[in-house]
């Protein structure tokens, strides 16, 4: 069983993954944590700055076909991931899952963290937000409103429905 989680940033996908992912017995892979290693920076936001968003993107896309070859997993992914078509198509090897939050949410959850370097701007960070929304719901096989759900309340909900 490999179990997708998309949705935007601060959705929970992290959280929710690895809880998951112990529950079900099975591996939870971050894929920022894998671009990351793949990198010689040592955050994202390094990589965004020093190196530019299009190789953040490259070094994903090749995650994403490394995971596409990976069964029984839960696959936390970052964001922009849904960006990518292509990307999107490797990942359709799992059950897509996308973590939905209003904008209002996601904006109290990251209050004071600058570890994301495309939140850094309110106005930007909605604009993608807006444009993202009708992408996430694409692709997912099932969609979780999380807005007054809590980290356990989202993991129980996946498992009832697998
Ligand atoms: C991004 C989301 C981040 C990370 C990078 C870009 C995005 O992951 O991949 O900062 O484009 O939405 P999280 O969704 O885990 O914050």
């Known amino acids: 069983m490999k179990i997708i989680l998309i949705g935007f940033m601060g959705s929970g996908k992290t959280t929710v993954g690895r809880l998951l992912a112990k529950k079900l017995n099975l591996e939870a892979i971050e894929m920022d944590e894998m671009v990351l290693k793949m990198s010689d920076r040592r955050s994202v936001s390094e990589i965004f700055s020093l190196d530019g968003e299009k190789h953040f993107r490259d070094l994903e896309t090749k995650i994403a076909k490394k995971i596409s070859a990976i069964d029984n997993a839960v696959v936390s992914t970052g964001g922009g991931v849904v960006m990518r078509d292509k990307n999107m198509k490797l990942l359709k090897t799992g059950e897509i899952v996308f973590l939905k939050a209003s904008f209002r949410t996601l904006e109290k959850r990251l209050i004071g963290d600058n570890s994301r370097p495309l939140f850094k701007n309110r106005e930007k960070a909605k604009k993608l937000f807006n444009l993202r929304l009708k992408i996430y719901e694409k692709w ?5 409103n999380t807005d007054k759900m ?4 989202v993991v129980t909900n996946i498992l009832k429905n697998i």
Not at 140 to 144: G, W
């Open 140 to 144: 997912a096989d099932k969609v979780i």
């Open 150 to 153: 809590t980290v356990n309340q």
